[in-house]
């Protein structure tokens, strides 16, 4: 009989990694032992920045992000969310996890264990961008869950494969965008980190962060897709938005300047006018006319 339970308290069993063909066999196979947490499966919101240190817990863990944000670690993968991402963490590895003040998501926790121990895909754990389709998903693993009735298990099984597979889908489109570098999920994040964020409070760094990627990894990628590296584009980005202020507002230059991070007067000038084609005067001046 199915039996939705996974204790969190228990230490997690050991676990067996299978690729992601034996994976899905074994996750639709009546052979191995399916338990799907009732409380933990559907859209849930939080308001309370609730944050966790190295935590681990005896089922598969996938979350979207649908409002906010996450950042954190499991098994020395970083796992930064923003909304529209997905994660995997599976079970039995250390993670520590960080929300938004504010964060709006849907998860499911399950387990699927065989001669008593985990079975878990070896390509875990992980961060899926554009992964907001997976809300049907999980909305329907949700209603299947509340309503019961017969033959409920074998719908999981289903359900759950059909989302395994949705995941892979996302990482296989990723992987056939590398040649261009960042995938399209990838870009459409940088673009609205540094929207959110201002590209004056920004490094590198950042944006490779909040992709969960390494800082050398991620400037490759990103060269290839932007055809300039990290830091020539963010002091492009700078200098644009520092524009806006010239021709937005009455604030002297030099307080612009400083705002946005330069050091004086020259230094600004000499990089507004490389990347504008004028003198911030000038510009502010065209701009006013």
Known sequence: MFAPIVDFRARPRPSHRVRAGAWLSALVSTKTRLAVHPL???????????????REVDAHWVLL???????????????????????WVPPGVPHAVQWSGTFRYAEVYFSIKTAGRHLTWAGLP???????????????????????????????????????IDLWRIEAADGDEQGQGLSR???????????????????????????????????????????VSPRAWLNRRRIEEAAV??????????????QWGYAGVAQFSRQFKSVMGQSPRDYRQHSHS
């Open 40 to 54: 933990c499966v559907g859209t849930l919101s939080r308001d309370d920045g609730w944050g966790c240190v190295q």
């Open 245 to 258: 202020a010239l021709g937005q507002t009455d604030l002297p230059v030099y307080a612009i300047a400083d």
């Open 126 to 164: 992980r961060v899926f961008h554009g992964a907001g389709d997976l809300k049907r998903s999980l909305d329907r693993l949700a209603e299947e869950v509340q309503v019961g009735g017969g033959h409920q298990e074998q719908r999981l099984r289903a359900l759950l494969s059909g989302l395994c």
């Open 65 to 87: 992000a649908l409002d906010g944000h996450s950042v954190g670690m499991a098994g020395g993968v970083d796992i930064g969310v923003q909304p529209g991402d997905a994660f």
């Open 185 to 227: 999920g990838q870009r459409r994040i940088v673009l609205e980190t540094a929207r959110r964020r201002g590209a004056a409070s920004l490094e590198p760094r950042d944006l490779a962060k909040a992709l969960s990627l390494s800082p050398n990894y991620f400037s490759r990628q990103f060269r290839a897709a932007f055809g």
